[in-house]
């Protein structure tokens, strides 16, 4: 559809991003930091603590977004139903710009890169002051192309969330990259239900979006638990975002639903363990592998007393252990040959001991 070519690969402060690389974790604070300061550095903390690549917030502004202040938004605290007005839910969240500079460079501190989900021009251009390292844009803004044209001119990364786009969207997308050559974009299978049940999780969009987009994909999850990135892992996701909180407890739309520190733990060491486990995609033995074929494997054995010079027919040979004496694919070419030397039943045949002629 698109001539655009997406580079397998890009770099975020020293990491490196997409095919061939370690998986990309980002812990997703997003708005878990309850509108404190504080709670935001300690979360900060706890996600370095658990492996992390980085942490992302949301950078919003919530006039900007929401026109009707009626509108409500039901979640769960606690086991309890909460609904509230999503305009005095979202602006109570607000991670205020001030705070941005302070959180980055603590974030930075703690070896992680710090990333943020921006809704409007206005905020993108306040992270583009702090010399972020890439642009994330939710699902919901996926259909915003004036905002995505605003960060693709800056000239870096992009990382979009797909939830509840359609294909059609996908190619609108694709033909504004493709119209300013924006060549550093990951695209994230999402699924925008919070939770997101297990029969909706889809997982083999992932292989789809691949096949559409010609780039690298990652997967955004609101599942509970790690199953589902582990499965995004082994389909291909280079990138994986996970909503993080200190405690599932909190007051708040999106902490039920969260990785709490011991959780996201769980989940970075997996996914370094998958990551081991998947190795290579070719089909050349390890090493190991081949040292074990002369334990497990079966060669050309004498079934009986051999006389030399007696002419080699099938009721001559079985197929037995061990594995390093002549392979059973050569079963037929040494059949009709003459051995050179008397052979003992149950003797390993080597080609030594049998003639050319």
Known sequence: ?????????????????????????????????????LTAKKMI???????VDAVKFQTFRTEEFMADRKITYEYEVRGKRVREKMF??????????????????????????????????????AMEKLDISAYKLSSEDLINLPLVEHVIKKGKPLILSTGMADEEELDDVLRSLSKYNANQVLFLHCVSL????????????????????????????????????????????????KHFTLDRHMDGPDHFFSADPDEMRKLVRNVRKMEVMLGDAGLTLSNLEIDIRKQFRRSLVASRDLISGQILSREDIVLKRPGNGIHPRNLCNVLGKRISLNIKKGTLLEKAMISEE
């Not at 655009?4 to 980002?26: D, H, M, N, T």
């Not at 691949?210 to 291909?236: C, E, R």
């Open 194 to 241: 919070y939770p997101t049940p297990d029969e909706e999780t889809h997982l083999w969009r992932i292989k789809a979006l691949h096949k559409k987009i010609g780039g690298p994909v990652g997967y955004s999850d609101h599942t509970l638990g790690i199953l589902a990135t582990l499965g995004a892992v082994s389909l291909g996701a280079c990138l994986l975002e």
């Open 45 to 51: 903390n706890a996600a370095a603590e658990c492996g």
């Open 1 to 37: 559809m698109q001539s655009l070519i997406l580079k397998p690969c890009f770099e975020l402060e020293g990491r490196k991003i997409g095919e061939g690389q370690p998986v990309f974790i980002i812990a997703e604070i997003g708005i878990n930091h309850n509108g404190d300061l």
């Open 88 to 125: 005095d839910m979202f602006k109570r969240l607000e991670l205020p710009l001030a705070w941005h500079s302070e959180l980055f460079d603590y974030t930075r501190q703690k070896k992680l890169v710090p990333l943020t989900s921006v809704a409007d021009g206005e905020s993108a251009d």
